[in-house]
C-alpha cells in the first residue's frame, strides 16, 4: 500500500504561481511513475504531468512551458511548479503513483483545490 498526501493548493490570481506537493510514504519501493492529474467540475480526469524513476517528465500540452513536475527521492515527494496560471487552470489536483511489484496498482491522493480567479 501506498499513501499520497497533497498539499500547496489554494486561491491565486490570473499570472500567478502555485507550488504542489505530494508526499508518498508505505511501500515506496515499488512506485515507477509520479504524477498529477486534475479535474475541473462537469469534465474528465486528465493527465498533467508525469515523471518516472528515470526522471523523464511528460506535460498535457496545456501546460508545457508553464508547469514543471520535479521529485525528490530522499524524501518520497514530488512536485508541481505551476507558473503563468490561467482560468482555465482552475480544478482539484489529485497526486497518482503507478506502483509495479507483482501486480500493477494505481494510488490516488486526497486532491488539493486549485482556483485561478481573474
Known amino acids: 500500500q501506498v499513501q499520497l498526501v497533497e498539499s500547496g493548493g489554494g486561491l491565486v490570481q490570473a499570472g500567478g504561481s502555485l507550488r504542489l506537493s505530494c508526499v508518498a510514504s508505505?511501500?515506496?519501493?515499488?512506485?515507477?511513475?509520479m504524477g498529477w492529474y486534475r479535474q475541473a467540475p462537469g469534465k474528465e480526469r486528465e493527465l498533467v504531468a508525469a515523471?518516472?524513476?528515470?526522471?523523464?517528465?511528460n506535460y498535457a500540452d496545456s501546460v508545457k512551458g508553464r508547469f514543471t513536475i520535479s521529485k525528490d527521492d530522499a524524501k518520497n515527494t514530488v512536485y508541481l511548479q505551476m507558473n503563468s496560471l490561467k482560468t482555465e487552470d482552475t480544478a482539484v489536483y489529485y497526486c497518482?503513483?503507478?506502483?509495479?511489484?507483482?501486480?500493477?496498482?494505481?494510488?490516488w491522493g486526497q486532491g488539493t483545490q486549485v482556483t485561478v480567479s481573474s
Open positions: 497518482n503513483a503507478v506502483v509495479i511489484t507483482t501486480t500493477i496498482a494505481d494510488y
Open positions: 515523471i518516472a524513476n528515470g526522471g523523464r517528465a
Open positions: 508505505g511501500s515506496t519501493f515499488g512506485i515507477k511513475r
